[in-house]
T-cell receptor
Framework: AQSVTQPDIHITVSEGASLELRCNYS??????LFWYVQSPGQGLQLLLK??????LVQGIKGFEAEFKRSQSSFNLRKPSVHWSDAAEYFC????????????FGTGTRLTVIP | EPEVTQTPSHQVTQMGQEVILRCVPI?????FYWYRQILGQKVEFLVS????????KSEIFDDQFSVERPDGSNFTLKIRSTKLEDSAMYFC????????????FGDGTRLSIL
């Protein structure tokens, strides 16, 4: 079965600084990978996704993520963080065959300080 | 942009009572899902639904749970006899297809069992 690990529970960055949120997955075949963001009191918004092809994917709000098969990772990056980026970020993996459900990591809470 | 909508946003119920959580998926989507997130834990898959039947379900989705698409727009999750441990945020999601079609989530229903 698939699984996702987000090793950082909470990260604090200064506004304008760069950001990298880590995600490692476990899956036997080529995974489908997603990053979602959850602002307080709101649902999960899709930031970006990887299915195949170019391993560097661009998403909304200036985020990007890089799929590295050799490291089983799909880290999320942003070159310059804005205060509005403060939220909870979830990495998720789906199967390329068979079952359609997503497996989520435990999330990383991002705090942005002025 | 079309959204998944969930009602109510917060439901408080006495233990042992039945509760129905409602969702309106995006209109041209064919796959529907329920996930839950217990406070402080990861988002967990409950069930997926396609072509008017359950396509996958997790171990969490026991006989106390059921899903239904009673008409062309609503998708409901029923918990027959609620337990304290059912307290969680319940998310509905929908997608156009399987696998590489991303799942779009609603804002969730916070279920509190007293």
């Amino acid at each position: 079965a698939q699984s996702v690990t987000q090793p950082d529970i909470h990260i604090t960055v200064s506004e304008g600084a760069s950001l990298e949120l880590r995600c490692n997955y476990s899956y036997g075949a080529t995974p489908y990978l997603f990053w979602y963001v959850q602002s307080p009191g709101q649902g999960l918004q899709l930031l970006l996704k990887y299915f195949s092809g170019d391993t560097l994917v661009q998403g909304i709000k200036g985020f990007e993520a890089e799929f590295k098969r050799s490291q089983s990772s799909f880290n999320l990056r942003k070159p310059s963080v804005h205060w509005s980026d403060a939220a909870e970020y979830f990495c998720a993996v789906g199967a390329s065959t068979g079952a359609n459900n997503l497996f989520f990591g435990t999330g990383t809470r991002l705090t942005v300080i002025p | 942009e079309p959204e998944v909508t969930q009602t109510p946003s917060h439901q408080v119920t006495q233990m042992g009572q039945e509760v129905i959580l409602r969702c309106v998926p995006i209109s041209n989507h064919l796959y529907f899902y329920w996930y839950r997130q217990i406070l402080g834990q990861k988002v967990e898959f409950l069930v997926s639904f396609y072509n008017n039947e359950i396509s996958e379900k997790s171990e969490i989705f026991d006989d106390q749970f059921s899903v239904e698409r009673p008409d062309g727009s609503n998708f409901t999750l029923k918990i027959r006899s609620t337990k304290l441990e059912d307290s969680a945020m319940y998310f509905c999601a929908s997608s156009q297809g399987k696998g590489n079609q991303p799942q779009h989530f609603g804002d969730g229903t916070r279920l509190s069992i007293l």
